[in-house]
Every structure is written in structure tokens, then in C-alpha cells.
């Protein structure tokens, strides 16, 4: 398309990576040509304008990426596009924004198609039907692993390093949560469920969710 | 309670563990009683009557314990009972009943406790806020990761030996994973991903969840 675009050609996108993205935009576009390049946290498990909604970016978070290069202006009018349609602007770099999103978006989706993937290994070995019982908690994880397998085989092939290192971060806790169950270690289990509750008051107090038990399900 | 209790007294409980309590009970209980084990797989991640409401049991799963020295005629009476309130019974013994929980529900409550755990470990690490974001994905675990700590913490010890098996089963799928995503195993990755979805068809065919997408949240 460089033949098209001008330098006074806004040109975003609303990718869920950005580091290696941004590398290969660069090296491809013509000189002179800015790409100001945003992500929308909003959407769920499916994709596609059918799925759209007006209220979509109303009140959600969208990063901007700014880097050395980053036109100023653009970026000024990109904010202002945004916050029109809703959104609350949050700017940091390619770097920040894959790091961060290793850990609240990649890794929870990741954890979300293992455990899926663990039941359904489980329901073959025992060869006894139990994922209709799923209302217990497998649920809102199969949700969440319903989601596009392009654009998530995509994600995570292109934050590789950082999910790589978050993975190994879970599976370290997750070791020394079975090591306080085998050992029965009452005081740091109790520990570790109470910081959650916080985590999720917490959540709740900066309206990421909602303080309704069982929230859309009853 | 011994002393008050009649062979005709019909006596329930509604854990989520039964192997280790049915030992207990076993052991404690007068001679001619009979204890019969019930588990409604309903609730959310808030506890007490207070947050109980008029369908809680609507067409959900009800367990009922059935063991060589469960009381046939108890069995009957409570089935229809859990039947009244709109419960869908399912009849299995103690065993099965831990077996196949440990991987519906108690492992799912586990991970999303531990995945809370890691985003708040990486955020002190990185020393930016970054759980502010958790639209992307955290935000559904974190409701799941702020149930009943006490009742968790019984959970997880009561129902160790199968707990720390599906543990294993998860790391073991979740090494597989990360090695996936490392080689950018293209094929063995899109596998993954749609077999996923499948589960989740099956989920909602079931009735286990709803067709909507990200139910409850837009």
C-alpha cells in the first residue's frame, strides 16, 4: 500500500502485540510515513464486525504505543479518536505493552486453553464423561478458550520471550502451591487465598469488574 | 449429635469433598444411622445464606453419594428432595465423586488462585501497575480466585492424592505448551486451539453455559 499512503496519513492498527509488529512495519513502510499503532482492551471470546457492539471501547482501556519515532501528532489525534468512542488512553512503548500484556491478557488465555486441554486429556484416561459437570469453575475457562486460534497462535508465537518467562513464573508458583498442599501448610494456603481476595477488590475498585457474585451467570 | 439422631432421620451435607468426610463420619456416627452425601454443583465465589437466591439450584447438577452401606430408602426421599428445588441428579460413590471434581472444579479454582498469584508477584516485580489492565483475561479468574479461603483450604487438603495428580496432568500439558510456542510448532499449537473450542460447544450443549458471547460482561 505504500504508494498510497502520505505523511499526513493517519494509519493505526489494534494488534495485541506490538514489538515484533512494529519491527516489521518499519522496515517495510516508505520513508517519511508515520504508523501509530494502537490496542483496544475490549472484544471477547468471539471475532468479527457481526460480534460488534456500540458500547464496545465504552469505558476500556486503550494503549497507544509511542516510541522515538512516534509522530506527536498523530498521536494527539489518535487519542482524541479514541476517547470519542469511549476509551480511557493509556501511551507507553512496544516493550511495556508486550510485557504487561504477557501477564494480564497472553497468560491467562494460555492457562485458560491448557486447562481445557487437561480436562479433556483427563475425560479420555478415565474414560468417564466429566466436563458435564464443568459448572464448577471449567466453565469460564472454556469461555475464554473459545477464543480465535489464528489470532492467538499468532500472540503467542509473536510475544514469545515474554510468555516463555511468565509461563515459567506460573509453573514456579504453581510447584509451591502443590508443595503447601502435600505438606498441608495451613498458614501460607490461607495466605495465599486471602491476597487473592484482595487482588480481586482491587480489580473491582478500578471498574475492570463487577461486584455482583457470579457475575451474568444467576 | 449422636443421641438425637434416629435411623430414620435423614442426615445430608453439601461438601465438595466426600472420600475423607465419609471416613470421618463413618468412624463418629452411632450404630443403625445413616448418613446420605449430597453436593448441588451450584453457588458463585460468594458464601453464606445471604447470598443465596430462589434459583440457586435451578437445573444444576446435584451428586448423590451411593455407597455399599448407603441407606437405599434415604437415597430415594433425597433425590426427590434435590429434584424439588429443580436439581438434575447424578449418582456415583465418593471415589468417582473426588476423582472427577478435583478436575472440574478444584483445579480450576487452583489455578486461578495461582494465576492471581503470578500477576501480583509480577507486578512487584516489575514495580508498574499492570493488574489495572486485566480486562484482557485476568478478570474472570480473579471472581473464581476470591471464593471462600477456609473452604478452599479444606478442599485442597481434603481432596490432596487427586488434586496433586491433575496438578502434574496440568504441568506436564503446560510444558508441552511453552515448547509449542518456543519451536513456533505451528501445526501442534492450531490443534490445541480448536480442540478448545470444541470442548467449549460441548459445554454449552450440555447446558453448563450460555451461547452469548462474553456472557454477563457487555
Known amino acids: 500500500m505504500n504508494k498510497y499512503l502520505l505523511p499526513k496519513t493517519i494509519i493505526t492498527d489494534v494488534g ?24 483496544p482492551i475490549a472484544g471477547s471470546e468471539v471475532s468479527g464486525p457481526e460480534n460488534g457492539t456500540k458500547d464496545l471501547f465504552l469505558n476500556k482501556w486503550c494503549i497507544l504505543i509511542k516510541e522515538k519515532k512516534t509522530n506527536k501528532k498523530h498521536l494527539v489525534i489518535l487519542s482524541k479518536f479514541w476517547k470519542k468512542v469511549g476509551s480511557k488512553i493509556s501511551i507507553m512503548n512496544s516493550k511495556k505493552h508486550d510485557l504487561i500484556f504477557s501477564m494480564t491478557s497472553h497468560l491467562p488465555h494460555l492457562i485458560a486453553y491448557n486447562l481445557v486441554k487437561t480436562a479433556t486429556d483427563f475425560e479420555n484416561q478415565q474414560k468417564y464423561e466429566l466436563i458435564k459437570y464443568s459448572a464448577g469453575g471449567l466453565r469460564d475457562f472454556s469461555r475464554i478458550a473459545s477464543s480465535n486460534e489464528i489470532m492467538w497462535r499468532d500472540i503467542f508465537f509473536n510475544n514469545q520471550n515474554n510468555i516463555l518467562k511468565v509461563i515459567d513464573l506460573f509453573i514456579k508458583n504453581l510447584q509451591l502451591f502443590k508443595k503447601d498442599i502435600k505438606l498441608k501448610n495451613n498458614k501460607s494456603i ?10 480481586r477488590k482491587k480489580i473491582i475498585k478500578l471498574k475492570q469488574d463487577i461486584n ?5 451467570r444467576i
Do not use: Y
Request: hydrophobic share 30%; net charge positive.
Open 190 to 199: 490461607i495466605k495465599k487465598l486471602i491476597d487473592s481476595k484482595k487482588v
Open 16 to 39: 495485541s502485540t506490538k514489538e515484533k509488529t512494529n519491527f516489521v512495519i518499519e522496515k517495510k513502510l516508505k520513508k517519511g510515513i508515520s504508523w501509530t499503532s494502537s490496542h
Open 212 to 216: 455482583k457474585p457470579d457475575f451474568g
